[in-house]
């Protein structure tokens, strides 16, 4: 955006906030305190429409009918592919421009339909075991930060006037389980731990990413209620990060800081608390009480008006209040939604997330023209595992068992078996699994999660729900899943293992036994497309993961401890299973020549990183080549090593290609125990490759920096 563009947008955005002021003073109290609530009521003496501000595209546009359904947002970070999300992002805001719309023209102002999206879900995936973990991005701050970003740039658009869509990275801060303890628990963090781990993603997501709105977390943060925190809304979030935007509390949140936190007396204490503190939207109707809340002194009118007015900019962002003609939203087509461009995409996400984290003996590709395949397991069957949750619906959806019956030739048998259930005690059918593998060439299990077995506290059903409330208490294949695979093995047939899930799964006994394993987390509409296409050779898998898969619980630190020691591949001493950034390729790569633009710098300058990549094997293929530091001299705790750099490259057989990362001053900082970043002199270890260092399969090359003494 050129200096032009950019005043004339400060001018659209004040000329915006005067209307809305304007706009405010002419409703009394209590229609401004409706106004601060999710469902808002119409004020028709103004030409105020009503407006629901509740809605959901973690992966598409949710719970709105037909959509596109793209992988969760798990996979999406796999894909190791900012720009690929980037477009997804601007595909999802065009269907919900489109649905917005089409509703209005119905009279419609119904619940996800609006134009404020509550996405993305940017928490760290610091633990296993959290059910909603499959909505987040990983572990990693900074590829957690570069997808944020990327999404968020996506639904909001760069129209200098207006907003396409409002984005709404979630949930501020801290905030990662245990899902039944949510809504009273206290996530005691360090300063330190919460400037380099918790907020790193945040702080990209409005400042970089422009994010219009956040919303807050249910917990409480060293003490301090997430929605209605005076540390993290306004000291850091607006202070510090000069965020211009609106916060809305999460649903229900509001109402625990008396229920369940027991911080406030009533509705109308806490109420007061959240708003004074920078809440403006209340999800939930706690803000009904504001107006008690005028009446005891423990808020002014004018705090309201603020908030009312924050909110009104918004809304007028959207061109809400604007002929639609002026508009450059208002008039794509209702045509564009599930369009085959958009599935065209959804299946290259879905391509791009799978991750291939075992091939011996090269048993991956399979040929086409095998004699007999069998299919086994329960998700080979299952829509639910090509959602994940917060979704749509898509009218057409590729199964696993559906995209491997349309790769193969005519004259294949493919004999298919459930094997068991999902999850549950019910034995394995040992009849069928006879008949099925009696002839089979090879066997294709298809195992692992489903949306009802992890997810958020009041979604996930079945035993995870009586279990952990959402969250998993025990990470392995569940049921007798196990077992299956174990019998499928003993027949001494080759087996690829097809995982679908949204977090690490311990797979200690498969990783040594099974020859080939494939992860394809929740995958969307034409999950079963792309699965088939990896399985089958059309597609060469470049998947990483972006979650550290241990070898069990006893690796990870209790569940409800925030302290990051022991956690995630930055500060895991134990060796895992499968690293972070972990992933196969049907052919190899080389990486060579790592230079630097500048082999001793000081601590205020960047420093250009460079690398050749060749692909040294036979077919064509991406690499995802990852920069990783460490800081070999820190005289504080850092993490062993931390990503600071990736990109998605694709090469011909023979073909090289140089890659290039700028690593700017902040990439390069620890933290000190208040919080505060430095760079200080000394030794900085840098490696390039595709994935860790340490990992046979990467081919990492290293390079040392010399930060002097300034």
């Known amino acids: 955006m050129n200096q032009q563009t950019s005043a004339s947008a400060s001018n659209d955005i004040s000329d915006f906030k005067r209307r809305a002021r304007e706009l405010v003073s002419k409703m009394s109290l209590e229609e401004k305190i409706a106004q601060l609530i999710h469902n808002a009521p119409a004020i028709p003496r103004i030409d105020l429409p009503e407006y629901n501000w509740w809605n959901e595209c973690l992966h598409g546009v949710a719970r709105a009918g037909k959509a596109t359904v793209f992988p969760q947002a798990i996979g999406m970070a796999a894909t190791f592919d900012a720009p690929l999300i980037h477009r997804m992002a601007e595909a999802i805001s065009d269907e919900a421009r489109a649905k917005h719309h089409a509703a209005l023209a119905q009279d419609y102002h119904g619940q996800y339909f609006g134009l404020t999206y ?6 760290i995936f610091r633990d296993p075991r959290w059910g909603r973990g499959q909505e987040t991005y990983g572990e990693d701050p900074y590829l957690t930060a570069r997808i944020g970003v990327a999404f968020v740039r996506g639904l909001q658009g760069d129209h200098p006037k207006y907003l396409k869509l409002v984005a709404t990275p979630k949930h501020y801060a801290v905030h990662s389980g245990p899902e039944p303890e949510r809504h009273s628990f206290n996530a005691i963090v360090s300063q330190r731990d919460l400037r380099e781990t918790y907020l790193p993603a945040f702080k990209a997501c409005v400042i970089e990413g422009k994010a219009a709105s956040v919303m807050g977390a249910y917990n409480r943060v060293n003490g301090e209620p997430a929605c209605g925190s005076p ?3 306004q000291k850091i979030l607006r202070d510090e990060w000069g965020f211009d935007g609106f916060v809305v509390s999460d ?14 007396a009533n509705a109308a204490e806490s109420a007061a608390m959240a708003l004074k503190n920078g809440c403006e939207l209340n999800c939930g109707v706690t803000y009904h009480h504001l107006r008690a809340a005028v009446q005891a002194g423990l808020i002014t009118e004018q705090v309201i008006d603020l908030a009312a007015q924050r909110l009104m900019t918004a809304r007028m962002r959207l061109g809400m209040f604007d002929p639609p003609e002026q508009v450059p939203f208002a008039s794509i087509s209702p045509e564009v939604v599930n369009c085959p461009a958009h599935r065209e995409l959804a299946l290259q996400v879905a391509r791009e997330s799978i991750v291939l984290l075992k091939n011996e003996n090269q048993l991956l590709p399979l040929r086409k023209t095998l004699k007999s395949i069998a299919v ?3 998700t080979a069957y299952l829509l639910d595992v090509l959602h994940g949750n917060y979704t749509g619906f898509a009218p057409q959806m590729t199964t696993l068992l559906q995209g491997i019956l349309e790769a193969v030739g005519i004259g294949t048998q493919v004999n298919v078996a459930r094997g068991c259930e ?3 005690k019910a034995p394995v059918n040992t009849m069928e699994l006879a008949w099925t593998l009696a002839d089979s060439d090879v066997i294709i299990a298809c195992l692992g999660y489903t949306p009802a077995l992890e997810g958020e506290e009041a979604e996930a059903m079945g035993e995870a729900q009586s279990e952990g409330g959402g969250d998993r208490m025990h990470i392995g294949l569940p049921g007798r899943q196990l077992e299956l695979l174990q019998k499928l093995h003993a027949t001494g047939k080759p087996v690829v293992l097809v995982l679908t899930g949204g977090s690490a ?4 006994w498969a990783a040594a036994n ?7 987390w929740y995958p969307g509409e034409l999950g079963g497309r792309a699965v088939a296409d990896v399985l089958f050779g059309d597609y ?17 630190p209790a569940f409800d401890d925030y302290n990051m020691a022991g956690r995630t591949y930055r500060f895991m001493k134990e060796s895992p299973l499968y690293r972070f950034g972990h992933g196969l390729s049907f052919t190899k790569f080389r990486y060579s020549n790592p230079r630097l633009s500048a082999a001793r710098i000081q601590p205020d300058q960047s420093v250009e990183v460079s690398v050749d990549v060749t692909n040294s094997g036979t077919v064509a293929g991406d690499e995802v080549v990852q920069l990783y530091v460490t800081d070999e001299e820190s005289s504080v705790r850092v993490p062993r090593l931390h990503l600071e750099g990736f990109r998605r490259i694709h090469l011909d057989p023979g073909q090289t290609q140089s890659v290039t990362f700028t690593l700017q001053p902040d990439q390069l900082a620890a933290y000190d125990d208040d919080g505060k970043p430095f760079v200080e002199s000394g030794k900085f270890i840098l490696s390039l490759g595709g994935g860790q260092p340490g990992e046979s399969a990467s081919g990492a090359v290293k390079i040392d920096l010399i930060v002097e003494e300034p």
Not at 540 to 556: C, M
């Open 505 to 508: 799964i311990e797979l200690n």
């Open 376 to 378: 086994v397991g329960p």
């Open 118 to 123: 509550w996405t993305p879900n940017i928490n």
């Open 540 to 556: 060469n898998p470049a998947g990483r993961l972006p979650v550290t898969f241990v070898r069990s619980l006893d690796q990870v």
């Open 251 to 264: 649903c229900g949140g509001i109402c625990d800081f008396h229920l369940a936190h027991k911080l406030t």
């Open 422 to 424: 999902v999850a549950g």
């Open 231 to 233: 540390t993290l809304l």
């Open 514 to 520: 099974i020859p080939s394993i494939l992860m394809c």
